[in-house]
C-alpha cells in the first residue's frame, strides 16, 4: 500500500491496484481474524504494520472535513448515455444548488432533453460533443479542448460576482479489460496528459477542473494532471465519495479539482438514473 507507486503498470496493473486502493484496507481486518484463529500473538502484532499503512494514507479522507459557506458551487455528473430517464436526472440536477453544472455523456438525443429541463435555473450554457456546461453565471471564452481526437472536454470563463474562474469539464477516454492489454489505459492516460498541457498553460490564477477521469486521484498515470491541482474531496470531503457504479460505489472516478481557489465542502448525490453518481463542491473564491 504505501509504495502503490511503484507497482508496476504493465498491462495496466498499477493503475488497477491504484483504483482499488482504499479497498487494500480489508486485508487488516481478515488478517486479524486469521491471526485469532491461529492463536498467534506474533500474527496479531504484525497486523499493526498494514493498518498502519492504510490509515497513513487513509486516515485522514475518512475524517469530516466539510464546513459551511463558500462563493460557487460545482456539479458535474456522467448523466450516461444509455440513462433512460434524462428528464428526472436533470430536474434533480436542477434542484442541486448548483451555480456551474458539468455533465459528460450527453447524446444527441438526450442533449436536448437537459436544454429544456435546466434552461430555467441556468440561463447559460455550451454543449461540445458529449460534455456540456451550464451556469448561472455568464460563460466566456468557451472554447472545445481536444484531448483525443475527439473533443471530450470544453473549457470557459466563468464570470462570477467575485471575478473570474477557468472551468474546464473533462471525459477522459474510458478503459478496457482485456486478456491481451490487460487493464487498458493508454489511451486515458494520453488524455490526461494533453488536458495537463492545457491546464498547465492557463492563465487564470483561478481554475476548477471536473468531470469523468475514468481514474482515481491516487492514479500514478494520472500525475501529470493532478499534481498541478487539489481534490475538492481530499481536502473538504467526508469519505472517499465513491461514485461509480452508482448501485454500489466502490471507486471515485468523477472529480472536481482544484487550483487557486479553496474548497469549504465536498459531497455526492444521490442516485440519478446514470450508472455514476453526481459530486458536488462548495469553493471560496
Not at 5 to 14: S, T, W
Not at 65 to 71: E, F, I, N, Q, Y
Not at 249 to 259: G, K
Request: hydrophobic share 45%; proline share 7%; net charge positive.
Amino acid at each position: 500500500m504505501v509504495l502503490h507507486a511503484q507497482v508496476p503498470n504493465g498491462f495496466g496493473l498499477g493503475s488497477l491496484f491504484e483504483t482499488f486502493l482504499p479497498w487494500a484496507g480489508l486485508c487488516v481486518p481478515v488478517l486479524l481474524a486469521w491471526a485469532v484463529v491461529r492463536r498467534s500473538r506474533v500474527a496479531a502484532v504484525a497486523v499493526i504494520a498494514p493498518a498502519v499503512a492504510w490509515l497513513s494514507l487513509f486516515g485522514g479522507v475518512v475524517v469530516d472535513k466539510t464546513s459551511a459557506g463558500g462563493d460557487l458551487v460545482v456539479v458535474t455528473h456522467n448523466v450516461g448515455e444509455a440513462n433512460r430517464e434524462p428528464g428526472r436526472t436533470a430536474r434533480a440536477l436542477a434542484r442541486s444548488g448548483a451555480h456551474v453544472l458539468a455533465l459528460e455523456e450527453l447524446s444527441s438525443k438526450t442533449t436536448p432533453v437537459y436544454e429544456r429541463e435546466l434552461a430555467a435555473n441556468f440561463p447559460y450554457h455550451s454543449v461540445h460533443q458529449g460534455v456540456g456546461l451550464w451556469s448561472t453565471y455568464p460563460l466566456r471564452e468557451v472554447e472545445p479542448v481536444p484531448i483525443m481526437p475527439w473533443t471530450r472536454a470544453v473549457r470557459a470563463t466563468v464570470h462570477t460576482p467575485k471575478g473570474p474562474v477557468a472551468v474546464f469539464a473533462a471525459h477522459l477516454a474510458s478503459v478496457r479489460v482485456s486478456p491481451a492489454a490487460g487493464f487498458a489505459t493508454a489511451r486515458r492516460n494520453e488524455a490526461g496528459r494533453n488536458l495537463a498541457e492545457v491546464v498547465r498553460a492557463e492563465r487564470l490564477p483561478r481554475v476548477v477542473v471536473v468531470g469523468d477521469f475514468n481514474g482515481t486521484g491516487e492514479d500514478t498515470a494520472l500525475r501529470p494532471l493532478t499534481s498541478q491541482l487539489r481534490s475538492a474531496q481530499g481536502e473538504a470531503g467526508a469519505g472517499f465519495g465513491f461514485t461509480w457504479p452508482a448501485s454500489f460505489p466502490l471507486v471515485r472516478i468523477d472529480q472536481i479539482f482544484v487550483r487557486g481557489v479553496s474548497p469549504v465542502s465536498s459531497w455526492s448525490l444521490p442516485a440519478t438514473g446514470s450508472d455514476h453518481l453526481p459530486v458536488a463542491a462548495s469553493l471560496r473564491l
